[in-house]
């Protein structure tokens, strides 16, 4: 494990756990945006990890987002962010892994946001959402474009144009969490969830979030006809991989299948 960093990482099997810790409130400047950023584009081409775990240390605040004091400080607000964009995950091309977002406490502004760059997101009942960048004057960007997209269009005007805060049932309730658990149980119950991905086909994984990603602007015909000419290049190399035929093989045997990833 890292030490002395606003980022921690810890590796278990073929999961990486990244801990976002910066007292006393998890927030963000440029130089952690850059460090998640790296950290998360060597998950993405570390071949031997399958699965990613984003938390953040403490009970009371998972991210607030941007850290108001480091700009205050001369951190510009447009300043360089480092690959993948703030927070490292929300502009990180290619990342075919699944990613899970473990929420404790406050996720509020972009701490709101890099939660939704992440596929699936466990919460604790202490925990509670705002875009409140109304109040300040600025426009929460990325959630204006993906929050639309992903709950009822009038429910995240809504959050987007009060900054009114929502407690976990409510954001459970519009499909943003998985799931809830008492802050105790959040760690393990990521980790379950983990190690369920874990076990699972990486090859497939890969190809459901390259064609989710292409999808999101294409006709429905469009998309089916670039999976089935195999013109995405992780279906491609699904198809003509050995762990297409150990599923294959697995279930005509009448037994669990063994993914290599190849």
């Known amino acids: 494990m890292t030490n002395d960093l606003p980022i921690k990482t810890r590796i278990e099997g073929h999961v990486l756990e990244v801990t976002l810790d910066r007292p006393k409130a998890n927030a963000i400047d440029l130089a952690t945006s850059r460090l998640m950023g790296e950290t998360f584009m060597s998950f993405r081409d570390n071949s031997d990890l399958r699965v ?15 850290d108001l004091k480091a700009a ?22 290619n990342l075919n892994k ?25 919460a604790s009942d ?65 980790w379950e969830l983990a190690r369920l991905l874990e076990s699972g086909p990486p090859l497939v994984y890969a190809a459901i979030k390259e064609v989710v990603r292409e999808a999101e602007d294409m006709k429905f015909q469009d998309a089916l006809n670039r999976v089935s000419k195999r013109q995405l290049a992780s279906v491609d190399r699904l198809y003509s991989s050995e762990d297409q035929l150990e599923g294959a093989r697995a279930f005509a045997e009448k037994r669990d299948p063994v993914w290599r990833g190849k």
């Open 98 to 122: 699944p990613v899970i977002c473990a929420v404790n406490g406050i996720c509020c502004g972009g701490g709101l946001e890099v939660a939704l760059s992440c596929d699936l997101i466990i």
């Open 126 to 190: 202490n925990a509670s959402f705002a875009l409140p960048e109304i109040r300040s004057g600025t426009v929460a960007d990325a959630a204006s474009i993906k929050l639309p997209k992903r709950i009822p269009y009038h429910v995240a005007m809504d959050l987007l144009l009060t900054g009114r805060w929502f407690d976990v049932h409510e954001a459970h309730q519009w499909g943003l969490i998985r799931e809830i658990c008492a802050p105790d149980e959040l760690l393990e119950k990521t």
């Open 52 to 66: 990613a775990i984003l938390r953040a240390e403490g009970d009371k605040f998972f991210c607030p987002g941007w």
């Open 72 to 93: 205050a400080d001369g951190d510009a607000v447009d300043g360089d962010y480092g690959i993948g964009g703030f927070g490292g995950l929300q502009e990180l091309g």
